[in-house]
């Protein structure tokens, strides 16, 4: 049985963010209806919380799609040569369980996480959307970046992260790769404040973008933290905004910018208005003003890593790209 196995670099070459995002519509179009399998994320967390493993799986009924996410969330790797998150997504035929590819998760993650906020902020922000702020200059930032330029006529960018050093090589390398002015900048609350567009992607545990910032109007992106424990908004930036979350079972399991507002009083179960894909097929409703704040808290699901995988599978035979292995599935015969 040969099985596809497809590398970091060859990812982004069989996932365009433009095709992603429409491949992420889709998904979450399929989730709302009732057409997904996905068990809650399982995390093995190693003794001294310095690293865990995650395992992400899911059935997409409608799009024959069955697979598994295999991924390590290391954040002390953040400023290194690794990358915080690094793995394999698995793909698997539906119908007879034959494993069709194997995938780098490093830069499915990077990709399907981007287009997601994407779609999000299709149907989220303000059509006049333009001035984006941007929170950490690492992976995600860079995709976010990507993904903003195709749904919003971005007109200024702004970027903060740890430290303004990281900040400036962020807003000069990225100028230079999408020939737009970039500016870097002392702190969060300069890039924030006066933004109609918010991304945030730290791997923060403690707020970095606080309610009091937040311009009438803006929409917000929080994708960030996938733990309960761990936040980027504080409590006044939650219960400011109308929430939509990718999944709501998920944001109550695992969404720190949501728990620990309501921890705090500040907001309660019901402030999630509605899942991403509910809006997506138009059965609850989106931006309702131009002057209210929208929030869109991502986790993180199977879905779109599976989604992402069928269609780098679908994409990658025939094309050149990826490598067909014999990996075993036969039946073996005794002798």
């Known amino acids: 049985m040969e099985t596809l196995v497809v590398n970091q ?9 433009k095709e992603c995002i429409e491949v992420m519509a889709r998904a979450f179009a399929a989730l709302a209806r009732g057409e997904a399998t996905m068990p809650q994320r399982q995390i093995v967390w190693l003794p001294d919380r310095s690293g865990a493993l995650g395992l992400m799986p899911a ?5 024959g799609s069955l697979g598994l996410k295999a991924v390590t969330f290391f954040p002390r790797n953040e400023g290194t040569d690794l990358d915080s998150h690094q793995g394999a997504v698995l793909l698997f035929e539906a119908g007879r369980g034959r494993l069709l590819a194997i995938i780098d998760a490093t ?21 006049d959307a333009g001035d984006l702020a941007l929170v950490g200059s690492g992976v995600q930032a860079r995709t976010h970046l990507e993904a903003m330029l195709l749904v919003r006529r971005i007109r200024r960018v702004r970027v903060a992260s740890k430290t303004p050093a990281r900040a400036k090589a962020f807003a000069e390398r990225e100028s230079s790769r999408h020939g737009i002015p970039i500016v870097p900048c002392e702190t969060v609350r300069e890039a924030v404040e006066g933004a109609d567009l918010v991304c945030a ?5 403690e707020p970095v973008v606080f309610g009091a910032w937040l311009a009438p109007g803006a929409h917000v992106n929080a994708v960030g933290s996938s733990v ?3 936040r980027e908004l504080d409590a006044d930036a939650v219960a400011r905004a109308r929430l939509f979350v990718d999944r709501r079972e998920a944001a109550l399991a695992e969404a720190g910018d949501f728990l620990l507002a309501r921890q705090e009083g500040a907001v309660g179960n019901g402030h999630i208005v509605a ?5 997506v097929l138009g059965s609850a409703p989106g931006r309702r003003s131009a002057d209210e704040i929208t929030l869109f808290k991502s986790v993180g699901l199977a879905i ?19 490598k067909f292995l014999e990996f075993g599935g036969g039946r073996h015969e005794a002798d």
Do not use: C, N, W
Request: no cysteine; net charge positive; glycine share 8%.
């Open 59 to 63: 059935h997409l009924t409608a799009l």
């Open 107 to 127: 830069s499915v993650t990077a990709v399907r996480t981007a287009a997601v906020t994407a779609l999000a902020t299709r149907h989220l922000a303000r059509e």
């Open 275 to 279: 899942e991403l894909g509910e809006v």
């Open 9 to 17: 670099s060859e990812v982004p070459r069989l996932l365009p963010m």
């Open 228 to 230: 309960a424990s761990a």
């Open 304 to 322: 779109e890593d599976v989604a992402a995988a069928q269609h780098i599978y679908g994409k990658a035979r025939g094309s050149g790209f990826g």
């Open 201 to 205: 992607a730290t791997s923060s545990r």
